[in-house]
């Protein structure tokens, strides 16, 4: 059974001292397991917590340059509903 999907995007220029601000609000958020991401469109409430994954990726190209960092998770309640157990079997039935 899928749960209600939610979203929240934001995308803004800022410098780097703005940057670093919002990276220690999200290491902070991490660190007490709860972020609260809002702007004046949207606001979303996210609980990291087991084990989580990580990708970061970094990209130069001609005067561009770029880097990503993606944090996922699944929630206990995902883990517990998820029933697709993969049943082998040899037997003729």
């Known amino acids: ?29 991490l660190e007490k397991g709860r972020l609260v991401l809002s702007d004046e469109n949207d606001e979303i409430v996210l609980s990291p917590q087991g084990l989580l994954q990580l990708k970061f990726s970094a990209a130069q190209e001609d005067n561009r340059n770029s880097f990503s960092l993606k944090v996922s998770w699944q ?9 697709n157990i993969l049943h082998i079997s040899t037997d003729d039935k």
């Open 75 to 83: 929630t206990e309640a995902e883990k517990i509903t998820q029933k």
């Open 1 to 29: 059974m899928k749960q209600n999907k939610k979203n929240f995007r934001h995308e803004s220029l800022q410098d780097q001292q703005s940057i670093l601000k919002i990276l220690t609000a999200v290491t902070e958020g």
